[in-house]
């Protein structure tokens, strides 16, 4: 069994209510857990990589949709971590 670790070490969510982050950051676990799940029954191989951090891009989402937020942001780590095309 192949076994990712993605570590955030910090989530910072500008212009973000304080009241929607749980909900940024339960989106981003799921969208991560989805993406991998995806993945394991893919059969695909990711390449290997040998650096300590990266920083992923950006991402937008419409004011008040802290949903689209984290999974935008989920899909974008995964991205950068496992070098898919975006």
């Given at each position: 069994?192949?076994?990712?670790e993605i570590v955030?070490?910090?989530?910072?969510?500008?212009?973000?209510?304080?009241?929607?982050?749980?909900?940024?950051?339960?989106?981003?676990?799921d969208a991560l857990?989805?993406?991998?799940?995806?993945?394991?029954?893919?059969?695909?191989?990711?390449?290997?990589?040998?650096?300590?951090?990266?920083?992923?891009?950006?991402?937008?989402?419409?004011?008040?949709?802290?949903?689209?937020?984290?999974?935008?942001?989920?899909?974008?780590?995964?991205?950068?971590?496992?070098?898919?095309p975006a």
């Amino acid at each position: 069994m192949t076994r990712i670790e993605i570590v955030i070490d910090e989530l910072v969510l500008r212009g973000v209510d304080a009241g929607d982050r749980f909900a940024v950051a339960g989106a981003v676990e799921d969208a991560l857990h989805a993406h991998g799940a995806e993945w394991a029954g893919s059969g695909r191989a990711l390449g290997s990589r040998s650096e300590s951090g990266r920083r992923a891009p950006a991402v937008t989402s419409p004011i008040g949709e802290p949903r689209t937020l984290g999974l935008r942001v989920g899909t974008a780590l995964w991205d950068a971590t496992t070098g898919r095309p975006a």
